[in-house]
């Protein structure tokens, strides 16, 4: 069974570049024509779509946060990761990687923990 | 870009019927996913592609979508179904995943 799990500092400093990795259990990060994706929340608030990536290369990003995301995935070490840079108060949120179901580009049905990221000034 | 819209809250008495709603712009054309998300847990997904139901999710959910407004219907509504419930779309124009605001759910 595939399971998903978030990692990285749960504080960042204003104007600095959040960083975090999903590591991939249960099955291969390689497979087929899976879009990997990042979601957020911000506290009390609403799912909010980052971006999904594909270990061939192919991405998609949300436009408003498209200027300061990177992703990228490691096929060797079954892991995919995230980075936003400059980051301020409105990006402290609950972080979430996720997997579409086969064949899907956005029904996730497979959800990591999610690790909360706070931004302090 | 692509808007969702949801009311910000149900309330439902045990047993009886809870029905969410999700509006958007000829949303009867695209596949809409809905998910559950309990305080402090992850969202699962209980619909995806209007109607189908993941592997353990009860009969009780169901969903339609036709127009400009998709359905969440629970049946036979139980208190642990009480959480906050998100509709999502691809948006092709766009290229991205769109998420309704939430609405939460509670059973009185």
Request: hydrophobic share 30%.
């Amino acid at each position: 069974q595939l399971q998903l799990q978030e990692s990285g500092p749960g504080l960042v400093k204003s104007s600095e570049t959040l960083s975090l990795t999903c590591s991939v259990s249960g099955g291969s990060i390689s497979i087929g024509s899976t879009y990997w994706a990042w979601i957020r929340q911000p506290p009390g608030k609403g799912l909010e779509w980052i971006g999904s990536m594909h270990h061939g290369g192919g991405t998609f990003y949300n436009s408003s946060l498209k200027s300061r995301v990177t992703t990228s995935i490691d096929t060797s070490k079954n892991k995919f990761f995230l980075q936003l840079k400059s980051v301020t108060a409105s990006d402290t949120a609950v972080y979430y990687c996720a997997s579409p179901r086969v064949g899907s580009l956005d029904a996730f049905d497979i959800w990591g923990q999610g690790t909360i990221v706070t931004v302090s000034s | 870009s692509y808007v969702l819209t949801q009311t910000p809250s149900v309330s439902v008495a045990p047993g009886k019927t809870a029905r969410i709603t999700c509006g958007g712009n000829n949303i009867g054309s695209k596949s809409v996913h809905w998910f559950q998300q309990k305080p402090g847990q992850a969202p699962v997904l209980v619909v995806n592609d209007d109607s189908e139901r993941p592997s353990g999710i009860p009969e009780r959910f169901s969903g339609s979508n036709s127009g400009n407004t998709a359905t969440l219907t629970i049946s036979r509504v139980e208190v642990g179904d009480e959480a906050d419930y998100y509709c999502q779309v691809w948006d092709g124009g766009s290229d991205h995943v769109v998420f309704g605001g939430g609405t939460k759910l509670t059973v009185l």
